[in-house]
């Protein structure tokens, strides 16, 4: 038996506030799918860390990211209401591709410089190159977009695959950046974060949560699925290679899996907030959105081969309807962690020795809220 995290990581905004700055404003936070901005001038703004960025699509059609912030006066850009369209009346993405600040009217491209500035000059106080909007920076992999607010160290720039690390080889047959969104939901959890990962990372909870999931994948409920290496995959029940109700789908399995990938389950936790279940068929990806110390949105992400999707029989509901069945016992039974570890009485928990992974996770936390 191992100690956990201090309750009062789970529970204090201070702590939260620490997260924020030495893990989500430092890291490579996974912020969404390419495919969310297919058209050059297409535009999001996402709140990361506490910091409002802006997305956009330029027009050499690269994804890009900038402080969703002024030059000028530090105003504010473009609104997170508007994200969809990233217009207002007099500001934010404008038809054309130019990013406009609503107050002066200074403009930008959608790269990020400083197209103009009305009635100024530029002479050697004020030189337009000077005056690009901040970037930063933006990192594709699998189809996933992920930004990083600060670089750590400004010289040295790491791509996202070295913090993915072996996930990167791990799923490297998955088709992960052909696929396309089929279905999505986005869920509002009443707990931390962690707490979140950590109950992706074990199964000794699926025997008592997941009745339905323990069907399909009977050795959940086979000691506390201490027996599992997910490296391998996780096997199904004779007959059953997928996470829907039945075991099976109409869906192809994707070109390129080896036997075992056909009919077994991979799952990854790719720090700090991208979790990915590999089915055969489809992958469910979920990104947490840390809100508070002890709320997090839950974007969860059904994503399957163009090839499947343009088929007339194409329904991606077998895996959705399943997949929400298991996440509401997942989130529900967070919350109630939530609930207790707020406790006065509760100072910290324990991981049995099935549940190793999530060491992991409270070995990253700590090393990084360490003292500097
Ligand atoms: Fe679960």
């Known amino acids: 038996m191992q100690k956990s995290l201090p309750s009062s990581y789970y529970t204090a905004p201070e702590m939260f506030q620490r997260e924020q700055e030495r893990i989500f404003a430092r890291e490579w936070f996974c912020a969404g799918r390419e495919e969310d901005l297919p058209a ?8 990361v860390a506490g910091e409002s960025v802006l997305v956009v699509r330029t027009k050499r059609r690269e994804l890009k990211a900038h402080y969703n912030v002024c030059r000028h006066r530090g105003t504010r850009l473009c609104d997170a209401s508007h994200s969809d369209w990233g217009t207002t009346p007099t500001g934010g993405v404008m038809p054309g591709g130019i990013i406009r600040c609503p107050y002066h009217q ?3 491209s959608l790269e990020g410089e400083l197209l103009g500035a009305p009635f100024l000059k530029e002479d050697e106080t004020f030189r337009r190159e000077d005056f690009s909007l901040h970037p930063v920076a933006l990192d594709c992999w699998g189809g996933f977009f992920f930004l990083k607010l600060e670089l750590q160290d400004g010289s040295v720039r790491q791509g996202v695959d070295v913090q993915l690390g072996p996930v990167v080889g791990r799923t490297i047959r998955y088709p992960l950046r052909d696929l396309r969104s089929g279905h999505r939901i986005s869920y509002d959890v009443t707990a931390n974060w962690k707490i979140i990962a950590e109950n992706y990372n074990e199964c000794y909870h699926c025997g008592g949560v997941h009745p339905e999931l323990c069907e399909v ?16 995959g996780i096997p199904h029940r004779e007959g059953a290679y997928t996470f829907t109700k039945s075991g099976r789908t109409n869906r192809s399995p994707f070109a390129g899996l080896n036997e075992t990938e056909k009919v077994r389950h991979k799952g990854e936790l790719c720090f700090p907030n991208l979790m990915l279940s590999l089915a055969c ?23 399957f081969h163009p090839d499947e999707m343009a088929k007339a029989d194409f329904d991606p509901m077998d895996a959705v309807e399943f997949w929400d069945l298991v996440n509401r016992q997942d989130w529900a039974i967070c919350e109630r962690v939530q609930q207790g570890v707020r406790s006065r009485i509760h100072q910290f928990g324990y991981y049995a020795p099935m549940e190793d992974p999530s060491l992991d996770i409270r070995n990253y936390v700590k090393k990084r809220l360490a003292p500097e």
Not at 217 to 232: C, I, Q
Not at 288 to 294: I, V
């Open 40 to 47: 050059s001038g297409d535009s999001r703004v996402l709140e």
């Open 217 to 232: 994948v009977p050795d959940f409920k086979l000691a506390g699925g201490s027996n599992l290496t997910w490296e391998d």
């Open 106 to 108: 200074w403009t930008y």
């Open 281 to 303: 068929d489809h992958v469910a990806a979920f990104v947490l959105w840390p809100l508070a110390a002890d709320r997090t949105r839950i974007e969860c992400n059904f994503l």
